[in-house]
């Protein structure tokens, strides 16, 4: 079993940044694909962005890409998005995801097995 705990949203303006983060209990965490999905007020959850198991091929959107940046540290179970030059657009519910499989590919596909709670993220114009 994997618990994932999201941290680090907040308020920023549009053009900042900001650095959201996902811890993971549970040996195995390195061995699993992981993702950022983010639902925004009445519209459907979205992929954001994937990583391998070992962070050598990553995945992104197109309305992030050049923009965000997926990162993971195994040693501390922990997975990044390094969000860059937000937008009013991107302000959302941003969640973790962690698939069983350790290609970045399960993630796009939604074989998702396990969820964070969710971290708020809010971009002000």
């Not at 979205?46 to 091929?57: H, L, P, R």
């Not at 959107?61 to 937000?86: C, H, P």
């Amino acid at each position: 079993q994997v618990q994932l705990v999201e941290s680090g949203g907040g308020l920023v303006q549009a053009g900042g940044s900001l650095r959201v983060s996902c811890a993971a209990s549970g040996r195995t965490f390195s061995a699993y694909a992981m993702g950022w999905f983010r639902q925004a007020p009445g519209k459907e959850r979205e992929f954001v962005a994937a990583i391998n198991w070992s962070g050598t091929s990553t995945f992104y959107a197109d309305s992030v890409k050049g923009r965000f940046t997926i990162s993971r540290d195994n040693a501390k179970n922990t997975v990044y998005l390094q969000m860059n030059g937000l937008k009013p657009e991107d302000t959302a519910v941003y969640y973790c995801a962690a698939t069983r499989s350790s290609l970045a590919s399960a993630i796009i596909r939604g074989q998702n097995d396990y969820w964070g709670q969710g971290t708020q993220v809010t971009v002000s114009s």
